[in-house]
DNA sequence: CTATCAACTAGACTACAGTCTGTTTTTAAT
DNA sequence: ATTAAAAACAGACTGTAGTCTAGTTGATAG
């Protein structure tokens, strides 16, 4: 009953700590005004226990950031069955931009894009790439299969255009500061890219 | 006549030399396996003055990255006169493409795209996707003039566009390890959003 | 109950980018 | 030529992420 917080190991506790901490500092002070030795001291354990539990600085980051992968499900689960796919997509795409500037933020966005670059690691990230990757590649597949897709590259391909595509959006809105959200900012490229898949090949007549 | 090196200021001379040195050990071992202090070492100058020249280890890829700058330019002025617009601006990014991964590879791209979403300054970085966006802005300004644009989207809109998408294709590129080449994993993306492009709001018939 | 071993913790230590301060050299003005 | 100001330079110093090593705790097996 009361077990599931006596039965938390001694170190979960601590790694719970560290990282409720953390991201609380860093939403106060911004990512890089906070060093992680002052997370261990406002979290009175160590260096050492830091990075027993995370890799990283920004491993603190990126397990916030797993949190998209529940959002991702929850979204498409919740479209009806009878809606057309390239509106799932869009719907779809749209409500991720917002999550992802609305609960996750810039900060932590840019983090995340500038860590994957340098390390070799950074498997969080690619998971979750992937599985945005695998709800997409879903949508497509749906696509096609009603045979609306004007183009006959596989959905693979298709899929990882897409994808390119929300990158160089958040990319972009992370390294410019633009008043505009970065949903608002989405619309035109994801619209024009949704044409270009309906009608591709099929020259206009 | 041989003022030219003799005139060279002192502060140039020993420029040039940390820059060459630098760009050398960077290819030969890789960025991050080379320290500021082995680059004066091995260049006989001091901290002082590496940092003097340059901002940051970053800054010695920003100032070889410029060189895009005038690639651009040149591509843009090869074309000739009466080639349809769409057509010069599908062959501009694949040129650009090209020569990013050729000419400047990948170790670069990623410290630049790394180091932009980091510093508030990237002034080179922001400078050169102004000169990129310009000339996009050119093109679709010619192709929209024809009246190839299925749209009415103002041309600013668009350029950004295509920006995103130039950002997105190299970013994925630059995350994933994948043996093709950044030309071609730009081909599909760059093709489906012409297509959009010229469709867009037409709606077929 | 004790021994063993793995998970965990502490904090000193290392590596390295970037700063600071004081010195030397160059340039320009008189 | 003298001198003042600016540019260039040297290298010691600082800040911070991440590592290493030695010690502690707690679970499990005998």
Redesign the interface.
């Known amino acids: 009953m009361l077990e599931s917080k006596k039965k938390q190991r001694r170190g979960e506790v601590t790694r719970d700590k560290i990282l409720k901490t953390a991201l609380r500092l860093f939403s106060e002070k911004g990512y890089?005004k906070v060093t992680v030795d002052e997370i261990v001291k406002k979290t009175g354990t160590s260096k050492g226990s830091f990075y027993q539990h995370f890799s990283a600085k920004s491993d603190i980051f990126l397990v916030r950031f797993t949190e998209v992968d529940n959002y991702y499900l929850e979204v498409f689960h919740s479209f009806p069955e009878d809606m057309d796919p390239f509106e799932k997509l869009f719907i779809f795409t749209q409500k991720l931009m917002r999550f992802l500037e609305e609960e996750m933020g810039k900060d932590l966005m840019?983090v995340i894009?500038?860590s994957?670059?340098?390390s070799k690691e950074?498997t969080y990230?690619?998971n979750s790439n992937r599985s945005l990757f695998q709800i997409i590649f879903t949508l497509l597949e749906e696509a096609k299969d009603q045979g609306s897709i004007g183009?006959d590259?596989c959905v693979e391909?298709?899929s990882?255009?897409v994808?390119?595509?929300?990158?160089?959006?958040i990319?972009?809105w992370?390294?410019h500061d633009s008043d505009q959200s970065l949903e608002s900012?989405s619309i035109?490229?994801m619209?024009?890219?949704?044409?270009?898949?309906k009608?591709?090949n099929?020259k206009?007549d």
Request: glycine share 8%; net charge positive.
């Open positions: 890089d840019k894009y500038s994957s670059l340098n950074h990230f690619l183009t590259q391909v298709i990882t255009m994808t390119q595509s929300l990158m160089g959006i990319y972009h992370g390294i900012l035109p490229l619209k024009t890219i949704l044409v270009g898949l009608m591709k099929k206009q």
